[in-house]
């Protein structure tokens, strides 16, 4: 399995990003899918997951109600939407995906990581 990140880049705060994640090589729509992030001098953090279906989902503190997390099992892609960005959001953000298809928030669990996208946020 593969999985490709993009959709990073330099925004100001306030502002919006939508990050996607395309996989190959395996069967999208059985994985539950998540994104974390890792900030400089850091460790990975759970930031958002999906179950397989798209029915369950699950947030950081950090990020509920300025994130969304979602799926189109048909495009073999899970998405990020992020809005309200604040400076703190700065980080590689890495998708994984984890083959049992639930929702997880743990970095042991996940089975397969995408390379990571950077996000920059300024102020």
């Known amino acids: 399995v593969q999985l490709q990140a993009s959709g990073g880049g330099l925004v100001q705060a306030g502002g919006s990003l939508r990050l996607s994640c395309a996989a190959s090589?395996?069967?999208?729509?059985?994985?539950?899918m998540g994104w974390f992030r890792q900030a400089p001098g850091k460790e990975r953090e759970f930031v958002a997951a999906i179950s397989w279906s798209g029915g369950s989902r699950y947030y950081s503190d950090p990020v509920k109600g300025r994130f969304t997390i979602s799926r189109d099992n048909a495009k073999n892609t899970v998405y990020l939407q992020m809005n309200s960005l604040k400076p703190e959001d700065t980080a590689v953000y890495y998708c994984?995906?984890?083959?049992?298809?639930?929702?997880?928030?743990?970095?042991?669990?996940?089975?397969?990581w995408g390379q990571g996208t950077l996000v920059t946020v300024s102020s």
């Open positions: 994984a995906a984890v083959v049992t298809g639930r929702v997880a928030t743990s970095t042991q669990v996940y089975d397969y």
């Open positions: 090589g395996g069967t999208f729509s059985t994985y539950g």
